[in-house]
T-cell receptor
Framework: DAGVIQSPRHEVTEMGQEVTLRCKPI?????LFWYRQTMMRGLELLIY????????DSGMPEDRFSAKMPNASFSTLKIQPSEPRDSAVYFC?????????FGEGSWLTVV | GQQVMQIPQYQHVQEGEDFTTYCNSS?????IQWYKQRPGGHPVFLIQ?????EVKKQKRLTFQFGEAKKNSSLHITATQTTDVGTYFC???????????FGTGTRLTVIP
């Protein structure tokens, strides 16, 4: 398996623009997680899904953030409108059982 | 809320020296997981500890869970340059891999 696949790997966008991050989890995994990593706040869980259903979105910082999982092989994290403080690495991860597998991350810079 | 602190925040060691990072929680930990993140990379699962007082070894790495399940440690014997990275502990409070990450310890190994 290719692992968790995220796109884009890098994105630079202007403040106010919409950003969509994409994730393909490992086939057969029933949990999908979105994390954000910054120097100031470390690794934070934003939202996670079980069998495509959002379970806990309490980590989503604001209404500007939304996440969907329309099927077992695809999820999106959308930021609209984006702000400079959203600049971070966004990781998608999936799991089946105890081990979580992280994607390589999407490096977002909002200028 | 829960706080999971790791000490030290940074550690520089000479190649061949030992290294230990400590993970301390303000609340009782459920299952503790350890991850390694190489510079510019993504977190990679190392191990999970479940039982009070549990000790697990992976080659030069020794993981320990405190008797009171409020702390954990990772010890690396005879560090190598390949050990460079940030080591995170994470608490799996819900048992659904809904992880709360510690602050991390960044290890630098000087050849």
């Amino acid at each position: 398996d290719a692992g968790v696949i995220q796109s884009p790997r890098h994105e630079v966008t202007e403040m106010g623009q919409e950003v969509t991050l994409r994730c393909k989890p490992i086939s057969g995994h029933d949990y999908l997680f979105w994390y954000r990593q910054t120097m100031m706040r470390g690794l934070e869980l934003l939202i996670y899904f079980n069998n495509n259903v959002p379970i806990d979105d309490s980590g989503m910082p604001e209404d500007r953030f939304s996440a969907k999982m329309p099927n077992a092989s695809f999820s999106t994290l959308k930021i609209q409108p984006s702000e400079p403080r959203d600049s971070a690495v966004y990781f998608c991860a999936s799991s089946f059982g105890d081990t979580i597998y992280f994607g390589e991350g999407s490096w977002l810079t909002v200028v | 809320g829960q706080q999971v602190m790791q000490i030290p925040q940074y550690q520089h060691v000479q190649e061949g020296e030992d290294f230990t990072t400590y993970c301390n929680s303000s609340t009782t930990l459920s299952n503790i997981q350890w991850y390694k993140q190489r510079p510019g990379g993504h977190p990679v699962f190392l191990i999970q500890l479940v039982k009070s007082g549990e000790v697990k070894k992976q080659k030069r790495l020794t993981f320990q869970f405190g008797e009171a399940k409020k702390n954990s440690s990772l010890h690396i014997t005879a560090t190598q340059t390949t050990d460079v990275g940030t080591y995170f502990c994470a608490d799996d409070q819900t048992g659904a891999n809904n992880l709360f990450f510690g602050t991390g310890t960044r290890l630098t190994v000087i050849p």
